[in-house]
């Protein structure tokens, strides 16, 4: 069985706040993938970043970061210096190894407050 | 390329009417996704196809619901006759392989009254 939990349902920050977004995840395969999405209030769904469970480095792209811990089983997201355009719904999904049905959390609704 | 591409992007509906939803995947992209996504189940993985065979389609809800990929970039999700409980944003998502990150379409938001 697999399965993503995003405890945090909603979240709202000031610009320029740093913010992180908790996902935690479980699955009986030792191979997997983890992904994050992103859903902007036009609603479209936009792919973030993968990350495959043989890989534990943390990964940064300009402001956004994601810190993957196996022990713990978190692969959660950092925005830092928020910035209003970030505001927006973020999924944190799951894949694993011969079983396509990549499982979704329920969500974070980010909002950030100029 | 233009992305994955939906049609309609808005569907209102009367109960029990026909209902068929559209999408043009990514070119070259082998797999193609329909997701339901509701506030009450959120996003939901209705059934996935892999060079244009339906590989799962444990997640359609019944039989009401099929979905076809005559070829490589088209696929559609129909449902016959439609309710009011399938009311929802129903994406299409493409990918090179099945653990790459899926490009999803625009979504169409389905209404049925």
């Known amino acids: 069985a697999q399965k993503v939990t995003q405890a945090q349902t909603e979240i709202s920050v000031v610009e320029k706040e740093d913010v992180t977004l908790d996902c935690v995840y479980e699955?009986?395969?030792?191979?997997?993938?983890l992904f994050w999405y992103k859903q902007p209030p036009s609603g479209e769904l936009v792919f973030l970043i993968r990350?495959?469970?043989?890989?534990?480095q943390n990964e940064i792209s300009g402001r956004y970061s994601w810190n993957f811990q196996k022990s713990t089983s978190s692969f959660n997201f950092t925005i830092t210096a928020s910035q209003v355009v970030d505001s927006a719904v973020y999924f944190c999904a799951l894949t694993q190894y011969n079983n396509n049905d990549m499982r979704f959390g329920a969500g974070t609704r980010l909002t950030v407050k100029p | 390329d233009a992305g994955v591409i939906q049609s309609p992007r808005h569907e209102v509906t009367e109960m029990g009417q026909e209902v068929t939803l559209r999408c043009k995947p990514i070119?070259?992209?082998?797999?193609l996704f329909w997701y339901r996504q509701t506030m009450m189940r959120g996003l939901e993985l209705l059934i996935y196809?892999?060079?244009?065979?339906?590989?799962?389609d444990s997640g359609m809800p019944e039989d009401r619901f099929s979905a076809k990929m005559p070829n490589a970039s088209f696929s559609t999700l129909k449902i016959q006759p439609s309710e009011p409980r399938d009311s929802a944003v129903y994406f299409c998502?493409?990918?090179?392989?099945?653990?790459?990150?899926?490009?999803f379409g625009s979504g169409t938001r389905l209404t049925v009254v």
């Open positions: 699955t009986r395969d030792t191979t997997y993938y």
């Open positions: 070119s070259g992209h082998d797999y």
């Open positions: 196809f892999n060079n244009n065979v339906p590989i799962d």
């Open positions: 998502a493409s990918s090179l392989d099945e653990y790459y990150g899926y490009t």
């Open positions: 990350r495959n469970s043989f890989d534990e």
